[in-house]
């Protein structure tokens, strides 16, 4: 998963290397990667997962992703892009 958060009166990514959390961190068996909830909003936009990489939460029954903006801000629009790691198109929402 990818985050990009936009302030409409700056059209910038403020989400852009803030601090970011998720519920828990998939760790691939091998070779042995790391997702992390830093790579949703490190500026790649890459969505194969191996190549990315991109953030992984393990297994959750309510997964959740947050990035600490330090700020109070006027958000107009949040993008997710999901993984895509069998070649078909990456699901978009916004």
Do not use: E
């Not at 958060?5 to 068996?29: F, I, K, M």
């Not at 997962?49 to 947050?66: E, K, L, M, R, V």
């Amino acid at each position: 998963m990818f985050a990009v958060a936009v302030d409409g009166r700056l059209n910038v990514n403020v989400a852009l290397g803030r601090l970011s959390y998720q519920v828990s961190t998939w760790t691939s068996p091998g070779p042995p990667y790391s997702f992390s909830a830093s790579y949703a909003n490190d500026g790649n936009h890459d969505t194969d997962i191996y190549s990315g990489p991109c953030a992984h939460t393990d297994y959750a029954t309510n997964p959740w992703w947050a990035v600490d903006l330090l700020i109070p801000l006027h958000v107009t629009g949040v993008k997710f892009v999901n993984r895509n790691s069998d070649g078909t198109s990456a699901g978009v929402s916004k």
